[in-house]
Nanobody, 119 residues
Framework: HVQLVESGGGLVQAGGSLRLSCAASGRTFSNDHMGWFRQAPGKEREFVAR????????YYADSVKGRFTISRDSAKNTVYLQMNSLKPEDTAVYYC????????????WGQGTQVTVSS
């Protein structure tokens, strides 16, 4: 049974930090590209960050560049999203997802974790 389980969300004041974790199980994800997405109330889900299976290349949405950092620990099958200098507009449900190397789509998705940033 393949699972991605996010944790680390919560309520934080503007300017604060949170670190999200995504624990993967049920298969080896070391060859997958891993991504973080978010969906705010009334908005479509949007891309936040991605780390390639090489663990070298990372990509960020312009809105989070310089504030968020994606990383992975392949030994632990876990992906992280360090979020600093949080803003109220970062409030959303955050999802991690896995895209197998042979796929053009993210195939596996977590249930999401709520991040709320108060002003």
């Amino acid at each position: 049974h393949v699972q991605l389980v996010e944790s680390g969300g919560g309520l934080v004041q503007a300017g604060g930090s949170l670190r999200l974790s995504c624990a993967a199980s049920g298969r080896t994800f070391s060859n997958d590209h891993m991504g973080w997405f978010r969906q705010a109330p009334g908005k479509e889900r949007e891309f936040v960050a991605r780390i390639n299976r090489s663990n070298i290349a990372t990509y960020y949405a312009d809105s989070v560049k310089g504030r968020f950092t994606i990383s992975r620990d392949s030994a632990k099958n876990t992906v992280y999203l360090q979020m600093n200098s949080l803003k109220p507009e970062d409030t959303a449900v955050y999802y991690c997802a896995a895209r197998p190397a042979a796929s053009a789509e993210y195939v596996y998705w977590g249930q999401g974790t709520q991040v709320t940033v108060s002003s």
